[in-house]
Structures are given as C-alpha cells and as structure tokens.
C-alpha cells in the first residue's frame, strides 16, 4: 500500500478519528474542518508557551478570518508531564465557556489533557500536532499521572487530526528523536503482544497488528535521514505514529503500541525523574526501556525452552498471597504503593494455568521463537538505530544509573494487569536467566 492506501484504511478501522490530513499547510484547513464538525461552537484553543507562537496564533488568527469565535488558554511552564492538575485546569475552561470546543495545539501532553478533558464533557475535539514526538495524537486513551500513578484513562481519540509537515518537520531535532524511539518501541511491544496472544491473556487483533507492523520496519528504516531533518523521513516517523494511535483505537487498548518498553518511562515519570535538573521526554525515556528490552529477547532466544522443568515450576510457583506481599514490598515506597499489589492481583495465574501456559511453551518454542525472532530486533541493531536517529542510546544519556535500571526490573514486571515476557519468566522459572546477564560482565549494561 502506498501512505494513501494506508491512511484510508486505518481511517476505516479506527472508532473514533474520522478525518486525517497530512501534509505541507494542512493547518490552513483547521477553520473548514472545525466548522464541518462542530457548526456554531466556539473554538477554545490549548497551546502551551512554546506551541503558541509557532502554530496556536496563526490558528487563532485563522478561525477568527473565518468568524470562529475564540478563546485561548495557555499553559505557562515551560516543562511540564501529563498530570491530572493541568487536566482539571483545562476542564475549568471548558466550564467557564459554554459552547466551545477544545483544538489542541501541541505535542502529546497538550493532546492527552484536550483528549481527556473533552471525553469528561462528552464531546471530541481537533487536534494539530506541532511534533513528531508521540503516538498519543491518534490514540484511544490518555496517560495521565493520577495520584502518584501514570495510568492509561479510557477515553476517545480526537474527530479530526491535521498534520502539518511544514511545522512537524521544524519542530527541534530532539523531539523527532523522541518520537522515533516511541516507534521503534513498537518492535519489542509487538513481540509481547505475540506472548500474550501465544499463551492466551490477550489476543492479536488482526486489523489493530497489521495497520502498523507490515510497514514498521520501512518506517524504521532510515534513522539518519530522521536526525538530518529530511521531511520525507520525518513523515514516515510521524505516519507511523499515527497508525499506531489507529490501531489502538481499533484495539480500544495500548496493548499494540506499548508494554514493558513504556513502564520504564512510567516509573521515571512516576518519581519525577530529572537528568541535568530537566525531565527527560516520554520518547527519550522510551528509547531506553525499548533498549532494555530488545536485550532482554537476546537473552531469551540463547535459552533452550524445550528443556522446561514444568513440574519445579508448578510446584514453586507462590500463591497470590505470596505475590502481593512481594508487591507490597517492592512498591512501600513508590508513589503509588498499592500499585503493584492491585495489578498482580488482577494478572496473578493459578497453578493449573501456569503448568497450561508452560506446557505449551515446551512444546512449541522452537517454531515460537522463530516467530519472535522474526519480530525483535536485537540490542545490537537497536542502539545503532537509536543512535543513528539522535536518540538516547545509554541509560546514562537521560540520567538513569544501571543499578537504578536493573532495580526498576522487579516493578515493570509487576507494575501492570498487562501479560509481558517478565511474567512469562517468571512462570518458566528463567526470570533470573534473562535478567541478570544483561548486568554482568560483557553484559550490555555491566556494572
């Protein structure tokens, strides 16, 4: 398919965006676009100080040509995370303006607040990305940190989405970067979704898959183009961002789009990482879990599976008891304390599904993990491109000591509902095997 073909028929599954225009001034077409969707509304227009003066005033100053009325509201900090306060301070606006309509001009954290916050009066909103940075612009749900916790709230991708490329091109080359991790974090997360669909908790859904992963690789393709500025290269990241947010609005989940890869970066956001006193990009911490775990597969795929002892594991399986007082433990001091002991409870196996789940995995993991390796790049091949693409390579390019990366392990294993190859481990009794080498000597983060 060619990026029409593409585009039409990601628009076909998606639940929620009906219209997507890409391309060199489409933000021209935001007053023509407004007014089809919402007819006699008045536009409250969300930027912050930086996505202003580069494309919210020139959209203010085109709905106004074309008699929209308006109203502007802009966040005044100059760095800031997806959290719940600027979430209740956007839905105070709409509160205060009758009648309006929330257009978004910024990159992910503006989205995710305007998402959310029009979802809470049950209605949509338009979207004008200023980056390709993220794949939330398009994308079923907003990660917002709530009490402590970064948590994915149910709510719909905007009606309409105009993407720019004369502005998403300009944007700074870091922010590009960024958005290429997120992309590349697809690799890891897909061959999770695989396990999970192998062994039962989450299955593959067909459309959700192939809308993004057939093309993923040439999206992938060309990482210093990416870094060099080229439009062109710059437009693959950001379609492919933009099929990865359709496909989880297909999915009506993050489940295509994300798993351990993201949960490192929740855990920084969650404890307010800072690198140099400055918080690091969702993409930039992304890069680094991405990384993480592109080397945990290498670990896994040195493993000969067919020699699973089932019934040790069986029988040293712990009880949910025993599980939720380990979450307790590791997570006494986090944020969000509870956290863990609420997802394992919700994911937690009894013994008769976990001897199912390894049984099959004996019997079956070398045709599996051929399947996986056809998926996961390896860590060799993912730094280059990480670094080719001006994206953080080493964990202590945004800040993260290896003793902290290797402690954050135990809390993504446990830190979601959602199935990943940490609790597979677990189960198979080779959590250690995959693990700890990646810290030893000749490992690739060797302390």
Known sequence: MNREERIKFALSIATDTKEYIMGCGASAQAP??????????????VADVHTWPILGEKVSRLFLDEGIPVTTFIIEEEEFHAEWKYVEQVDAQLAAHPGSVLVSVGSGVIND???????????????LPTAA??????????????????????????????ADMTVIAAAPKEMTAAGYADLAA?????????ISDFVGTESIHPDAWHVLQDYLDDFLAHPAEVAAGNPEAISDVFEGLTLSG???QAARSSRPASCCDHLFSHILDMTEHRCHGKLQSHGFQVAIGTLTMCAVFDRLFKLDLTQLDIDACVTTWPSLEEEQQRARDL??????????????????????????ELSKLKREWPAFKAKLQGQVYSYDKMKALLKAAGAPYEPEQIGLSLARLKDMFPLVQL????????????????YDAIVDPLFAEGGPFAL
Not at 32 to 45: C, G, M, N, S, T
Not at 113 to 127: A, E, I, M, N, R
């Open 32 to 45: 023509e676009v407004f007014k089809r969707f919402f007819p006699d509304k008045r536009a409250l227009i």
């Open 415 to 430: 830190m979601r509902f959602r199935y990943n190859v940490l609790d597979l481990a677990k189960r198979g009794g080779f």
């Open 186 to 194: 697809k690799v890891p997360a897909g061959a999770e979704w695989m």
């Open 113 to 127: 607040l305007c998402k959310l916050s029009s979802y809470h009066h049950g209605q949509s909103f338009l979207t």
């Open 331 to 356: 997570f006494k001091d986090f944020p969000a304390p509870m956290l863990g002991y609420n997802e394992i409870t919700k994911k937690y196996a009894p013994f008769e599904e976990v001897r199912k």
């Open 133 to 162: 940075s993220v794949d939330g612009y398009s994308s079923f749900g907003a990660s917002i940190t709530f009490e402590g916790a970064k948590q994915t709230f149910s709510c719909p991708a905007p009606i309409a989405i105009l």
């Open 246 to 248: 359709f496909a989880m």
